[in-house]
């Protein structure tokens, strides 16, 4: 089993900035990739992020160049730095974890870019 746990959501203005985080626990030995994924209300839940073990990364299209992921192994935990937000951007996030045979969700955490 794997625990995840996010946080840093926010209301934040067009163009600010956030950093997600998202700590692991649990059998974290197995945890193969990581990454985030988010939901728009009335929207499928779609690929933002992901990071391998070894620090390949892997970004949705509509965030290219906008965010980056990161990932602190000794922590155990996984990063999303999001920069030039927009609108479209306001969703739950959530943090995943895949390991062989399974994969873990987050609860999610609510990121509202307006002004």
């Known amino acids: 089993q794997v625990q995840l746990v996010e946080s840093g959501g926010g209301l934040v203005q067009p163009g600010g900035s956030l950093r997600l985080s998202c700590a692991a626990s649990g059998s974290i030995f197995s945890i193969a990739v990581m990454g985030w994924y988010r939901q728009a209300p009335g929207k499928q839940r779609e690929l933002v992020a992901t990071i391998t073990r070894g620090g390949i990364t892997n970004y949705g299209d509509s965030v290219k160049g906008r965010f980056t992921i990161s990932r602190d192994n000794a922590l155990n935990t996984v990063y999303l730095q999001m920069n030039s937000l927009k609108p479209e951007d306001t969703a739950v996030y959530y943090c995943?974890?895949?390991?062989?045979?399974?994969?873990?969700w987050g609860q999610g955490t609510q990121v509202t870019v307006s002004s």
């Open positions: 995943n974890a895949k390991v062989v045979g399974n994969e873990y």
